[in-house]
């Protein structure tokens, strides 16, 4: 009988690429990792792993049993799902990861209406990068996770995991305001620039957001403040900037935007920031100008686990938490 716990292993090799990367994900030591494969290549009766010098890769046939892995681990968690259901009342730790904006806007709401409805419940909040959901949630530490995406950068598939819409932002280009503009010889002022429509539409490329290009070539010339890379927010300006034709000379990388936001009221540079990242339409000395993008965000969880009570209470205090002007904004995301 295969090991479901050695199968979890296989599946975390698959995605991870390297046992050393698996050990460090799950907690293991390498050595404790390889052992374990080399038990279930035993369990299996067929050569799982092929060894190229300090790397690993898998056999078709350890493919192949990576696809029933995660049929199983799927169904685990509706097991586990259905368990939780049977229970009276939520209890027990519910793990939870946000990006920060979301962090600060609507997760503590969230989290003081899910005490309110089941205080039995002890949610658990890690604010997490979106690039690192995914295998945090594989690796179980962390139960649900709030996860985006932006229209010059989708979604990843991700096997093992589903994901539901929550809302929609609109996406601003952060200028300073109410100075000349030493960048391109224009003013920088408060206001949409002719051509960019009231930004309701959700485009997904250059061609889909008239006047767009436009706003971003304007400051083509200018120091651009970005996130830090590897971050989904860095990718974002960085090929929304390309598809208008030009590469940002990035100057700052600044991964919180009220930080970001103080730099452009200061001058030293703009940057494209979501509607969360903004305390209000009116930022003294920032001028935003409303873009056609959007940046869609999601509910995360291991595929199987969307029933589990927890996360279903979960998933109703986030919705409930969502400010006016976002409740409405869900579907289609």
Do not use: K
């Amino acid at each position: 009988m295969l090991d479901v716990r050695r199968l979890r292993l296989l599946r975390e090799l698959a995605r991870r690429g390297t046992i050393a990367a698996v050990a460090e994900a799950l907690a293991f030591s390498p050595s404790a990792v390889s052992q374990q494969l080399g038990v279930l290549e035993r369990e299996a009766g067929l050569p799982l792993l092929e060894r190229t010098g300090r790397r690993v890769r898998l056999t078709p046939a350890a493919l192949n049993l990576v696809r029933h892995a995660e049929v199983v681990l799927e169904r685990l968690e509706q097991a586990d799902a259905e368990l939780a259901g049977a229970r009276t009342g939520l209890a027990g730790a519910l793990r939870i990861g946000a990006f920060p904006t979301a962090t600060r806007a609507i997760v503590p709401a969230a989290l003081a209406d899910l005490a309110r409805r089941h205080p039995g419940l002890e949610p658990m909040l890690s604010e997490t990068d979106p690039a690192a959901v995914a295998h945090a949630l594989r690796a179980g530490e962390l139960d649900v996770a709030l996860i985006h995406s932006y229209d010059f950068v989708p979604d990843p598939e991700e096997p093992g995991l589903t994901t539901r819409p929550l809302y929609r932002e609109a996406m601003y280009l952060a200028a300073p305001a109410g100075r000349p503009d030493t960048w391109t010889g224009g003013t920088s002022g408060p206001g949409p620039v002719p051509g960019t429509g009231s930004g309701t539409g959700s485009g997904t490329g250059p061609g889909a957001a008239p006047g767009q290009d436009e706003v971003l070539r304007a400051h083509r010339d200018a120091p651009w403040i970005t996130a830090t890379p590897g971050t989904l927010c860095h990718a974002m300006t960085v090929r929304a900037c390309q598809a208008a034709g030009f590469g940002p000379r990035v100057r700052h990388r600044v991964d919180e935007f009220a930080t970001v936001l103080a730099l452009v009221a200061a001058g030293l540079g703009v940057a494209v920031v979501p509607q969360l990242g903004t305390p209000g339409s009116d930022v003294p000395g920032v001028a935003l100008t409303r873009l056609r993008m959007e940046r869609r965000t999601r509910i995360a969880f291991r595929s199987g686990a969307g029933a589990h009570p927890a996360v279903a209470a979960f998933t109703a205090s986030l919705r409930s938490a969502l400010p006016p002007d976002l409740a409405g904004r869900g579907a289609g995301t």
